[in-house]
């Protein structure tokens, strides 16, 4: 099971995700305007780049990665304006490890599969998990079983229960 966990790169970015360590003040400007997942979202996709933010919503480049009402707000509130995205590399990684430490702290991965996932030791992992308050209020990571094609399902569905009468 271990060897098919995903990377940290590949985890989704939590609905609930809040702003916090790792926001820049730009990002922490744009919060006031659009939901913090879909920050972070447009980070992960345009982070380190200038991007011209037309009037048009039609033609903002956003639109291939945020929803329509989202963009139509950047570009209302940015729209004539050069935006320097920011990398943000320490906050979307806080936003994606947030449900695997919620995993850990809940029984359902180990440390050791963890830090596989996150690209980090396992005292790091045991640390974030005992002694900080991050993931307090992130949904569980839970980690797909991989189904090998080759075996059959052997029990498929629970038994009935059997009622003596």
């Known amino acids: 099971m271990a060897d ?12 609930t995700v ?10 922490l400007e744009m919060a006031a305007h659009i939901a ?12 380190g780049q200038d991007i011209y933010v037309p009037i048009a919503v039609e033609n903002s480049p956003f639109l291939d990665v945020l929803p329509a009402d989202t963009v139509a ?6 729209g004539r304006e050069r935006l320097k995205i920011p990398t943000a590399r ?20 180990t440390r050791n599969e963890a830090a596989r996932m ?7 992992v045991a ?9 307090d209020d992130a949904p569980v990571f ?7 094609s080759r075996q059959i399902e052997m029990f498929p569905e629970p038994p009935a229960p059997v009622h003596p009468d």
């Open 127 to 135: 640390y974030l998990a005992n002694q900080t308050n991050e993931a």
């Open 90 to 109: 320490e906050a979307l990684a806080r936003a994606r490890r947030a449900p695997v430490i919620a995993a850990v702290r809940a029984g359902r991965l």
């Open 73 to 78: 707000t950047i570009s209302r509130v940015y």
């Open 142 to 148: 839970v980690p797909r079983r991989t189904v090998d």
């Open 118 to 124: 996150i690209g980090s030791s396992r005292r790091y």
């Open 18 to 27: 809040q702003p916090g360590r790792g926001w820049s003040p730009f990002m």
């Open 4 to 15: 098919d966990l995903p990377r940290l790169a590949d985890l989704p970015i939590p609905d």
């Open 36 to 47: 913090p997942k879909h920050i972070l979202t447009l980070v992960d996709r345009f982070g």
